[in-house]
């Protein structure tokens, strides 16, 4: 099964985790990447409030086209209990994903909020069916099992697991 791993990522955390799903199962690895670059201040002010309001930031890629792909997995960071601008727009980016799955995931300092079930409502509407969920705290993304079993989901998708 042929893997498409796209994701946003500000600090890196989404990015290592991402980078470690394509070591293990292989696949394309798409990095979304706002044009106009966030500081550290407009992050948390600029940023969080498009997040809050789930708005798109103009991002690159503009399109990405994932007809080759039989999963989508999808990672973004959580800011104010959403998906980052940019991940939204990644999402509205996806061309060739109707018939799909994706598996998704969110990176957190404590609680995402909304940030899956946002995600996975934008999915479906392109007719994407998420199959599987995941979250990682600040703590639990040094926990290796917790990773492990996003790795192994990515590998068995498709097998019925």
Request: charged fraction near 25%.
């Amino acid at each position: 099964m042929r893997s498409c791993i796209i994701y946003h990522s500000y600090t890196g955390i989404t990015r290592s985790i991402a980078e470690i799903i394509q070591a293990s199962c292989g696949g394309d690895l798409i990095e979304v990447k706002p044009r106009q670059k966030y500081t550290t201040l407009t992050a948390y002010t600029a940023g969080c409030l498009r997040a809050r309001n789930e708005e798109r930031d103009p991002v690159d890629p503009e399109i990405i086209d994932v007809s080759s792909c039989d999963l989508l997995v999808i990672g973004t960071p959580v800011w104010v209990w959403k998906p980052t601008p940019a991940t939204n727009a990644g999402i509205a980016a996806l061309k060739g994903c109707e018939g799909k799955q994706a598996i998704i995931f969110a990176t957190c300092g404590g609680q995402p909020g909304e940030t899956l079930s946002i995600m996975k409502s934008a999915l479906e509407a392109k007719g994407v069916k998420v199959v599987r969920e995941f979250t990682f705290t600040k703590r639990e993304i040094k926990e290796p099992d917790k990773i492990s079993n996003l790795v192994n989901a990515v590998k068995n998708a498709g097998n019925g697991d």
